[in-house]
């Protein structure tokens, strides 16, 4: 653990409540181990706590964990790379690229039957996949009743753990052949958008997405152990990957380190969910932007790009559906939510990042000058944020000491 000075406006003391409430989540048998970070003005307290797996060795400062969504942002940042560099425009179709999804079909309505379309209005553009306003994602209605819900789980989108790993063409094949649920720019879909730019990022840069990011995020930013699987030389520092057994209410694996998903490179490289990372790797990441687009004598992006990104862009007709996973007070900028409006300590508006589905958080808040990062290796139940990824935000919002 190392404890931040007083320099860091973060009471010491009240960190170490920290330390003693995430614990108890371990205690009580809720996660086997996790990996708390909090910065604040360059200075930076960690706490490592429990095991990488049930019965398993102590867990690591640098222990490997699946951050599955965290790693939307990181698409995101790679596509602004790219519009930076006037290899792309927010506001051009995307046809040229994907032609898989040019002249979309829509349903007439969201309870329509498959075919029954009209023409889209107009192209999907970048700033639609950014957003998640292409008209391709998750239909918030739960149990499935929609035709086009049972259509996407069909095609091999269904919503839940497992992700897609078709190849890339593939990938795009299959979401052509669905019609658009909503007219593009209407309307906030989650999790197609970054699953596509992965694929776009990868044909614009004439290379694979894995070697993209290396090249121009990764390795500038020294991120060594940021990938889409798990050498063999590192799985000893890979966590287990738990989820609830609800019959009886104990952990049971979900992905193993040496045998899972990530053991080897993947078929699909997921731009949606299909990164590992440590918290000092992310932390980086997370720096940078806190920073601008900078870090250290490594830039990535320019300011703006980064004020872009970190502001919300989605009117309120937009974001309708999205309060199960946004709730009230957060909006979406590119790849990651943003506060909108403070209902609660850790909510300050101006406050972006994002969640993993197999147990990670990740905020900053340029107000506060401040970065979180919870890794812990059990999945989400719900959309709801667990029990210990709110008391993590609560503790690290008490310890603000100026």
Same mark, same amino acid.
């Given at each position: 653990?190392?404890?931040?000075?007083?320099?860091?406006? !973060?009471?010491?003391?009240?960190?170490?409540?920290?330390?003693?409430?995430?614990?108890?989540?371990?205690?009580?048998?809720?996660?086997?181990?996790?990996?708390? &970070?909090?910065?604040?003005?360059?200075?930076?307290?960690?706490?490592? &706590?429990? *095991?990488?797996?049930?019965?398993?060795?102590?867990?690591?400062?640098?222990?490997?964990?699946?951050?599955?969504?965290?790693?939307?942002?990181?698409?995101?940042?790679?596509?602004?790379?790219?519009?930076?560099?006037?290899?792309?425009?927010?506001?051009?179709?995307?046809?040229?690229?994907?032609?898989?999804?040019?002249?979309? %079909?829509?349903?007439?309505?969201?309870?329509?039957?498959?075919?029954?379309?009209?023409?889209?209005?107009?192209?999907?553009? !970048?700033?639609?996949?950014?957003?998640?306003?292409?008209?391709?994602?998750?239909?918030?209605?739960?149990?499935?009743?929609?035709?086009?819900?049972?259509?996407?789980?069909?095609?091999?989108?269904?919503?839940?753990?497992?992700?897609?790993?078709?190849?890339?063409?593939?990938?795009?094949?299959?979401?052509?052949?669905?019609?658009?649920?909503?007219? @593009?720019?209407? *309307?906030?879909?989650?999790?197609?958008?970054?699953?596509?730019?992965?694929? !776009?990022? =990868?044909?614009? =840069?004439?290379?694979?997405?894995?070697?993209?990011?290396?090249?121009?995020?990764?390795?500038?930013?020294?991120?060594?152990?940021? =990938?889409?699987?798990?050498?063999?030389? %590192?799985?000893?520092?890979?966590?287990?990957?738990?989820? *609830?057994?609800?019959?009886?209410?104990?952990?049971?694996?979900?992905?193993?380190?040496?045998?899972?998903?990530y053991a080897a490179p993947p078929?699909?490289?997921?731009?949606?969910?299909?990164?590992?990372?440590?918290?000092?790797?992310?932390?980086?990441?997370?720096?940078?932007?806190?920073?601008?687009?900078?870090?250290?004598?490594?830039?990535?992006?320019?300011? @703006?790009?980064?004020?872009?990104?970190?502001?919300?862009?989605?009117?309120?007709e937009q974001g309708l559906g999205?309060?199960?996973?946004?709730?009230?007070?957060?909006?979406?900028?590119?790849?990651?939510?943003?506060?909108?409006?403070?209902?609660?300590?850790c909510h300050v508006p101006g406050?972006?990042?994002?969640?993993?589905?197999?147990?990670?958080?990740?905020?900053?808040?340029?107000?506060?000058?401040?970065?979180?990062?919870?890794?812990?290796?059990?999945?989400?139940?719900?959309?709801?944020?667990?029990?210990?990824?709110?008391?993590?935000?609560?503790?690290?919002?008490?310890?603000?000491?100026?």
């Amino acid at each position: 653990m190392s404890i931040a000075s007083e320099s860091s406006g !973060l009471s010491q003391a009240r960190l170490g409540r920290m330390r003693e409430v995430l614990a108890r989540h371990i205690d009580d048998g809720d996660v086997p181990g996790l990996v708390a &970070l909090v910065s604040r003005r360059g200075e930076i307290h960690a706490d490592v &706590l429990g *095991r990488m797996a049930v019965d398993g060795p102590p867990m690591q400062r640098d222990t490997i964990f699946r951050i599955a969504s965290m790693t939307k942002p990181v698409t995101a940042v790679a596509a602004m790379i790219l519009v930076e560099e006037c290899r792309l425009k927010l506001d051009d179709p995307i046809d040229r690229w994907l032609p898989e999804l040019a002249d979309r %079909k829509v349903l007439r309505s969201i309870e329509s039957e498959i075919n029954d379309t009209v023409p889209a209005k107009r192209a999907i553009m !970048l700033r639609d996949l950014l957003t998640f306003r292409l008209g391709l994602g998750m239909i918030p209605v739960f149990p499935a009743r929609h035709p086009i819900q049972m259509a996407i789980a069909d095609a091999g989108f269904a919503p839940g753990p497992v992700f897609p790993s078709f190849p890339p063409d593939e990938l795009l094949r299959r979401y052509g052949t669905l019609p658009l649920a909503y007219q @593009p720019g209407e *309307r906030w879909l989650y999790d197609a958008g970054s699953q596509i730019l992965g694929v !776009l990022i =990868a044909r614009v =840069a004439g290379t694979s997405f894995a070697g993209f990011l290396q090249e121009r995020i990764f390795g500038p930013l020294g991120m060594n152990d940021t =990938a889409f699987h798990v050498p063999q030389h %590192k799985l000893s520092r890979f966590a287990t990957s738990y989820g *609830r057994d609800h019959a009886t209410g104990t952990l049971k694996v979900f992905d193993a380190p040496a045998t899972g998903k990530y053991a080897a490179p993947p078929v699909f490289e997921n731009g949606s969910a299909g990164l590992v990372s440590t918290a000092d790797d992310f932390n980086a990441f997370a720096q940078m932007m806190l920073n601008g687009g900078r870090l250290g004598t490594e830039r990535i992006l320019s300011r @703006p790009s980064v004020e872009l990104m970190t502001s919300n862009q989605l009117t309120p007709e937009q974001g309708l559906g999205s309060e199960l996973l946004l709730g009230a007070s957060r909006g979406w900028g590119f790849g990651l939510s943003v506060v909108t409006a403070r209902d609660d300590l850790c909510h300050v508006p101006g406050r972006y990042g994002w969640d993993g589905g197999y147990g990670t958080s990740w905020y900053s808040d340029p107000c506060e000058t401040m970065t979180g990062i919870l890794l812990t290796q059990r999945m989400m139940d719900s959309p709801q944020p667990p029990a210990v990824f709110a008391d993590f935000w609560t503790l690290a919002y008490q310890a603000i000491d100026d």
